[in-house]
């Protein structure tokens, strides 16, 4: 009987210790996530949520599955877009794949196989026609990939993109931004996980409109 009683203290104690935890302590301004002097225009009536990511990024490709998982389960109040940033000119032809991608309808299909071209099977995915015989190996049309990689509208798109970058101080990746103004990344709040509870708080403290 003494030794059941000392157990039910035990567990009374566990337990009265559990509910007197305290809570986790919210992202702070400052130092899980920062806030744009500039706020960027988004949707009316959405939350926008953007990453801004780099192909041959190693921290880009190891931060894709968590993303992935965490867009899937968002609302449908919730808008998600990628913009690819190329630091170097040189590095250029990276954005050009996601942009050509796009206007033939194959971007999520490819997505992630480029990110493991280059991070997996150690492509450089930088010479168009390298890039084309990886497109072709994936059942895609060479010249009608070619035809969208050269093509004005891509480049344009390509091009715009980093300005976009500019325009919301982006200087690594990857970069995650809440409607427009929120900043966060896996570098900045510390751990890939703590990345993704940041971008969960600032979406709702947005949807609740309590930022």
């Given at each position: 009987m003494k030794k059941l009683a000392?157990?039910?203290?035990?567990?009374?104690?566990?337990?009265?210790?559990?509910?007197?935890?305290?809570?986790?302590a919210a992202?702070?301004?400052?130092?899980?996530?920062?806030?744009?002097?500039?706020?960027?225009?988004?949707?009316?009536?959405?939350?926008?949520?953007?990453e801004f990511f780099w192909y041959g990024?190693?921290?880009?490709?190891?931060?894709?599955?968590?993303?992935?998982?965490?867009?899937?389960?968002?609302g449908k109040d919730v808008v998600f877009k990628r913009v690819p940033v190329a630091f170097r000119d040189d590095l250029l032809p990276h954005?050009?794949?996601?942009?050509?991608?796009?206007?033939?309808?194959?971007?999520?299909a490819m997505h992630t196989k480029v990110f493991n071209a280059i991070h997996v099977d150690r492509k450089r995915m930088l010479d168009p026609n390298e890039i084309a015989d990886f497109m072709?190996?994936?059942?895609?049309?060479?010249?009608?990939?070619?035809?969208?990689?050269?093509?004005?509208?891509?480049?344009?798109?390509?091009q715009r993109a980093n300005k976009i970058a500019d325009a919301y101080k982006v200087d690594g990746v990857p970069t995650?931004?809440?409607?427009?103004?929120?900043?966060?990344?896996?570098?900045?709040?510390?751990?890939?996980?703590?990345?993704?509870?940041?971008m969960d708080y600032l979406v709702t403290q947005v949807r609740d409109k309590k930022l």
């Open positions: 000392a157990l039910i203290a035990t567990f009374a104690a566990v337990g009265g210790l559990l509910m007197t935890a305290p809570a986790q992202p702070t301004e400052g130092k899980e996530y920062q806030v744009l002097k500039a706020p960027q225009p988004v949707p009316a009536g959405k939350i926008e949520v953007t990024c190693p921290h880009c490709f190891d931060f894709e599955p968590e993303l992935e998982a965490w867009v899937k389960k968002q954005t050009k794949i996601f942009y050509a991608l796009e206007s033939i309808g194959k971007l999520d072709a190996k994936n059942g895609i049309d060479r010249k009608a990939f070619l035809d969208a990689y050269n093509s004005f509208s891509v480049t344009t798109n390509a995650v931004v809440v409607q427009g103004k929120y900043v966060t990344s896996p570098s900045v709040a510390g751990t890939k996980t703590s990345a993704i509870q940041v």
